[in-house]
């Protein structure tokens, strides 16, 4: 497994809140699945780049 940086836009639960974009370290096989793992109903992944330990 590598670890993966994972950038994401999320929405916040209030209308007139912007949304913001967070970060996040992910342990996965590959970066496809890195940003898999962080997508939900609140964040979408914009990109993964693997991280040197």
Known sequence: ???F???MMCNEP???SP???EFAYVWAENEN???KAVTDGMCIS???T????
């Open 19 to 21: 949304a913001s974009v």
């Open 33 to 35: 699945e890195a940003k």
């Open 5 to 7: 940086l994972v950038r």
């Open 1 to 3: 497994m590598k670890k």
């Open 46 to 48: 914009i990109d993964a």
């Open 50 to 53: 693997e991280v040197e330990e």
């Open 14 to 16: 209030f209308y007139y």
